[in-house]
């Protein structure tokens, strides 16, 4: 295996080996452990990185490349997308070895349409076995990305990987996911979902954004073109060579999974990147834009506001969630948005002067994590959009009397010297469905926590009944798939699963959370 692993492509001037010597010299042994932020706001440890960082708001925002489909077959829109190690200058004069979609981060954005299915071939020409998860599709289990579902490397015949023998359904080189999109307009994201290296995988690259379009969305008068913005925010540290600094057990992400005790709560970075750039700039005519935001970070949450200099905060008017537009538009001035949640917003930059900087900063975050990006008003502009006081209709969820009620416990394991993250005591078990749950019915879960834990539902959205003794959050409005809860807070959600019959999971999106087996299968019946 290995021989077939050495003559393997040559990516970028890195051989596979290369890669993962590389990967071997960004030991953690150079990253020292600090405080995450102002105490309460995250459960994580922050990675200082060695690297040589840029002044913030110097690197202009980049913009995800958006896919193209290279045919159609039977109406559905077919892609090809190719996993893949290369270099990226994330840090100014600095290269990045980036396990890419493509070979980029973040990976090309998908634009698709409700009603109209989709096919992508996922090649996976990685030094690791990799699984694709559609974050947020109403997708059947076999092309969901189960977490065993492994894509061996190209011309690996999967000798050795761990796992091997778990139920999982390991292909080698090439995996084809159906996507029916039989959705509603929604900002969705992919990423590596693999058993125990979800962490390490997205940390390096494995991520993309997937928007939703349909028709109700077009009919508004909302922004778009140059004035939609979408922003992939998540937290990174480096070594002094550029590559991430990832305090995995296994540099490799081969065998031995997790991150030694000192980052069991989470990894935190000390750079922020939108988009996969530091701390970057984006120059924005006097008008309204739609920002839709992904927080794409393994454990760091943000509360984010748009800072004016000697002025009000500029207000941030979300229109849309995990799972597409609200009803009607709530104004904030400030967004509370934990790991793996969408806010979809439109904020006004024509009540401000021309050479105006609007300082997106994080309030949950401390010295280099307290800033992320910056917009800066450049000219004057037409502006037609408006945002309607009705968006789209959504249908509540409201559980019958006498409908099923499910305590999930989401805690800190305490057996053993690693013990792990547990759902009601127990680790993610892929054999073992904890929940068989009818299609069509709606349910009611309770999510109780130790520290902070954002869950993520596969298959369907929910939506919030309570947080706490109240209702629903001031963030919790609309179609969710990921809800924040905080320390020691109860949370209940009412659930919903149509269509598709099979075996799923949920879990906390803290990834090391997740690597650490805080994950549950369920099955739809
Ligand atoms: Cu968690």
Redesign the pocket.
């Known amino acids: 295996m290995d021989a077939e692993r050495g003559a393997g492509p040559v990516v970028s001037g890195l051989s596979r080996r290369g890669f993962l010597g590389l990967l071997g010299g960004a030991a953690a042994g150079t990253a020292l452990v600090a405080c995450g932020g102002p105490r309460g706001w995250n ?1 994580g440890q922050q990675v200082i990185g060695t690297a040589r960082l840029p002044a913030p708001f110097g690197v202009p925002l980049p913009i995800p490349p958006v896919a193209r489909p290279i045919g159609t077959e039977s109406g559905a829109d077919v892609y090809r997308v190719t996993q893949r190690v290369a270099d990226q200058e994330i840090l100014p004069g600095t290269r990045t070895p980036v396990l890419g979609y493509d070979g980029i981060f973040p990976g090309p954005t998908f634009e698709t349409r409700t009603g109209r299915p989709i096919v992508v071939h996922h090649r996976n020409e990685l030094p690791v076995p990799s699984v694709v998860h559609l974050h947020g599709g109403h997708t059947p289990a076999d092309s969901d990305g189960w977490p065993l579902d492994l894509t061996l490397p190209v011309g690996d015949r999967g000798v050795g990987w761990m796992h091997h023998g778990m139920p999982g359904d390991p292909v080698s080189g090439e995996r084809v996911h159906h996507y029916p999109m039989t959705q509603r307009a929604g900002q969705l994201w992919y990423h590596d979902h693999r058993m125990d290296f979800t962490g390490p995988a997205v940390y390096r690259g494995l991520a993309g954004m997937h928007i939703v379009r349909d028709d109700v969305e077009d009919a508004l008068p909302l922004p778009r073109g140059d004035r939609e913005l979408p922003l992939m925010i998540c937290d990174r540290s480096f070594n002094a060579d550029g590559s991430f600094a990832y305090p995995g057990l296994d540099q490799g992400m081969r065998g031995l999974p997790g991150v030694s005790d000192e980052w069991m709560e ?1 990894v935190l970075g000390d750079v922020v990147l939108v988009n996969g750039a530091p701390w970057p700039m984006h120059d924005v005519d006097a008008a309204r834009y739609r920002l839709r935001v992904l927080n794409a970070s393994n454990a760091r949450r943000y509360r984010l506001a748009l800072t004016v200099p000697g002025g009000p905060d500029l207000p941030i008017v979300q229109i849309g969630s995990d799972g597409g537009l609200l009803a009607a538009p709530v104004s904030h001035s400030y967004l509370d948005i934990a790991p793996g949640e969408r806010f979809d917003v439109v904020v006004d930059f024509s009540v401000l002067p021309v050479g105006t900087a609007v300082t997106m900063t994080n309030a949950a975050g401390t010295g280099s994590a307290a800033d992320v990006m910056r917009f800066r008003v450049v000219r004057t502009a037409r502006d037609e959009s408006t945002v309607p006081a009705t968006l789209s209709e959504i249908e509540p969820l409201v559980p019958a009397a006498g409908a099923t009620v499910r305590q999930f416990d ?1 805690t800190r394991g305490s057996v053993g010297k690693h013990a792990g ?1 547990a759902i009601n005591g127990h680790s993610f078990d892929p054999d073992h469905s904890i929940a068989d749950i009818p299609l069509g019915e709606t349910e009611i879960w309770r999510f109780v ?1 130790d ?5 993520h539902v596969h298959l369907d959205a929910f939506q919030v009944l309570r947080r706490g003794a109240g209702g629903p959050g001031a963030f919790d409005g609309g179609w969710k798939d990921t809800v924040d809860l905080r320390p020691a807070e109860v949370v209940e959600v009412a659930v919903r699963f149509t269509d598709h019959p099979g075996r799923f999971v949920f879990h ?3 990834l090391e ?2 690597d650490m087996a ?1 994950m549950a299968t369920i099955r739809t019946v």
């Open positions: 459960t989470g989401l993250w926590t520290v902070h834990h954002p869950v906390c999106h803290n959370h997740e805080m």
